[in-house]
Every structure is written in C-alpha cells, then in structure tokens.
C-alpha cells in the first residue's frame, strides 16, 4: 500500500493547522514530522510540545523522523505526545537495538533510518524488529535539496532483502522527492513517500500530492 507523508518542515509554522488540514483533506495518509536537535544535524525544529499540540489537530498518522542525538532520552516524550511511528537514525545511538525495542514498548511502531553513507548492513541486525526502513534521500537537515540517485540502489537492495526474509517493514524514501523522482523510488521498492518542499512550496499542494500518486500509478503501469 503506498502512503504520501507531507513533510511540515516547508509547511508555514504560522500557519501550520491550516497546512496540516490542507494535506488531510487532499487525501494523504501520513504527516511526517521532522524533529531536529542542532547537534546530530545543523538545523533545529521543535520538540514534543508541538508533536502533541499537532495530535490534537488532525487524525493523520503522524511519522516522526527524529534527527537527534540520545534519541532514548525522548522517546517516552515523543509517544506520550501522540507520535505513531517514531523512527531513529543508526547513526545516533550506540545502541540501536536498545532503542528500537524500547520504542515497542513504548506501543509505537518502530523505524529506522540511515544516512545517504551508511551502508545497509549497519541495521540488519534490528530489521525483524521494525515496523518501517527510512533510506534518506539526501543528507538530512533541510528541505529543498537535490535527490542523491544513487540511493535508489540502496531501496532496491533493501527490497531484495526485505523480500528474502519475508519481512513485513514499510520501505520509506525522504528528500528531493518530486514527480521526477518518486517513480524510480516505487519501482525500486518504496512504498512510503516524503515530500516537502514540492507539496508544500507550491500554490496548490493538492495538485502536487496528486501528481505524485499519478507518477507512481504511471509506473506501475
Ligand atoms: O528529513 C528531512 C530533511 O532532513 C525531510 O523530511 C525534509 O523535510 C524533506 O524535504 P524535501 O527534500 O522534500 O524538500
Ligand atoms: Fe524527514
């Protein structure tokens, strides 16, 4: 099933219930949430307050992509607050597996996600554990950057082996995602795609959600 996730990292904090309810109403099944520290990207956004003030808003799923180091130390936070899916980077824990499985109990789903180097045998230890696999698209810390092509061979892989183990976890692909590129990324296996600065930077985000749907339904063709 393939799922769009708005990032709200373009969306107008000042506006942002008006844009989250303008991506619920154009038919999104997720809103990815991207939370950052300041010390594991050179970027900060906010923290649960927001996430909970978010969840009183809207009913979509929220996926939160926490960009921070010590993710353990937050992530009762982040569930209390109403995040469903909270996915981690391998890069910022020493103890992956630790903190994948106290993200289960916590009652969240549990993803995990890699940066544009780090190779995917750094999390195949965790996969039976996880509910979604995020490849980042580009080097996390901001919107508006250029795809990195190269990725779409690290989704394919990650298929393959999804597919050898007869896992279940959501493959999930986040920067520079556009009409141009969410095709390659679907036929290499994604099925959870971000988007943010081409929904949110344009006049009409729901056109642009949907030309997003119909990239992919044009290669599934
Ligand atoms: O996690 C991140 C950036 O670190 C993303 O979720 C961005 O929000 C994607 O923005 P676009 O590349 O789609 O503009
Ligand atoms: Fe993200």
Excluded at 85 to 102: C, D, G, K, N, P
Aim: proline share 5%; glycine share 8%; net charge negative.
């Amino acid at each position: 099933m393939m799922k769009i996730a708005p990032s709200i990292l373009s969306a107008d904090f000042c506006n942002l219930k008006h844009d989250i309810v303008l991506v619920e109403k154009a038919g999104v099944e997720y809103l990815h949430v991207d939370i950052m520290d300041g010390h594991f990207v050179p970027n900060i956004t906010f923290g649960p307050k927001v996430v909970a003030d978010i969840r009183k808003n809207t009913s979509l799923v929220l996926d939160c992509h926490l960009m921070i180091d010590n993710p353990e130390a937050y992530i009762k936070d982040f569930a209390q607050a109403g995040g469903d899916i909270l996915t981690i980077h391998v890069e910022s824990t020493r103890h992956i597996y630790r903190a994948v499985q106290l993200i289960r109990d916590n009652n969240v789903k549990a993803g995990i996600v890699l940066n544009p180097g780090t190779p995917l045998t750094a999390i195949e230890p965790v996969l039976p554990l996880v509910d979604q696999v995020l490849i980042m698209t580009v080097n996390p810390g901001f919107g508006g950057q250029a795809f990195i092509p190269e990725m779409v061979e690290k989704v394919r892989k990650l298929k393959e082996i999804k597919d050898l183990n007869d896992y279940a976890f959501d493959i999930e692909v986040d920067g520079g995602i556009s009409d141009k590129t969410i095709g390659k990324c679907y036929e290499a296996g994604a099925n959870v795609f971000v988007g943010g600065s081409y929904i949110y930077d344009a006049d009409t985000p729901e056109q642009r959600i949907q030309s997003l749907k119909d990239a992919v339904a044009l290669t599934s063709k």
